[in-house]
């Protein structure tokens, strides 16, 4: 009896203390839904460097712009990705580099060029804790708008002032070219007009600097990878044994390109050298099991590639607190 009345007690005493719930009384109000999402970016040391993932935000893109597989192969390849629809989400990312102090920037981001859910880049840098102006060097992996655009504020003046600007030199002689841009279909004399609009202010002020090859920017090699556009580079980060290669365009869609390298896209001014280059890359980055990112790779666009039958699988990162050294 006497257990009895004192186990009733500390029942008792303990549904005291617990905090009264909404859910079974009508003290409190319900909580509004909160619409807004979390800040776009994304940290991870690679040996001494900082890495952050930008996201600069999203487009839909239209699933018939892969090429090189059948509309139903397509969908399928979708499907196991959970994903469906004439349109996919398509991310837009960039990364920023944190070497000692020095601050390297891989792509800005579209601006406004092409949609309201582009052109955060500037926001998501301010929210990581870091200012545009502190910015040292953009390397750009190509001069495609929703890349470069983002160089440039709403003003259109630079972002990044104090920033030098680098692209392949092929690219810039390509994109830049008021000749070619007057040979091209209608459809595409946006994306030249773009690309110099874009550059323009750094060209003035002498901060525009193309390079060739196999560049080196201080622990970041330029690795070019040509076929996306004439002179498309992916660039390899190295610090303390540890590698990271940003793929940039080499891959737009994750749930098909993988499995099916061979499948292109319609942006691509070389198909088949794009296919090239997009199948030396995952095959490098399996073999040497390199951490990988990409611009167009589901946010953070951080993982690693495994080789998987006659393909391979994207495999990304996990969330984790940041391992230095």
Known sequence: MIRRT???????????????????????AEAAPQQAQVPGYYRMALGNIEITALYDGYVDLEAKLLQGAS??????????QFLSGEKVQTAVNAYLLNAGGKLILVDAGAAKAFSPT?????????????SPDKVDVVLLTHLHAD?????LDAAGKPLFPNAEIHVDQGEADFWLSEANAAQAPEAFKPFFALARQSVAPYQAAG????????ADFGGVTAVPSHGHTPGHTSYLVESAGQRLLILGDAVHSHAVQFIRPE????????????????????????????LVSGMHLPFPGIGHVRAEGRGFAWVPVEYSPIRGK
């Open 6 to 28: 004192l186990c009733s007690l500390a029942v008792a005493v303990g549904a005291s203390l617990v905090p009264f719930s909404p859910l079974i009384g009508p003290a409190f």
């Open 71 to 80: 509309k139903a192969e397509v969908q399928r390849l979708l499907a196991r």
């Open 118 to 130: 582009l052109g955060f880049i500037g926001e998501q840098l301010r929210a990581a804790g870091y």
């Open 147 to 151: 890349h470069v655009a983002g160089i």
């Open 207 to 214: 901060k525009f600097k193309p390079f060739r090859g196999e």
């Open 263 to 290: 499948v292109a896209i319609e942006f691509d001014s070389d198909k088949k050298a794009a296919v090239a280059a997009r199948k030396k890359l995952f095959a490098w980055a399996a073999k040497e099991k390199l």
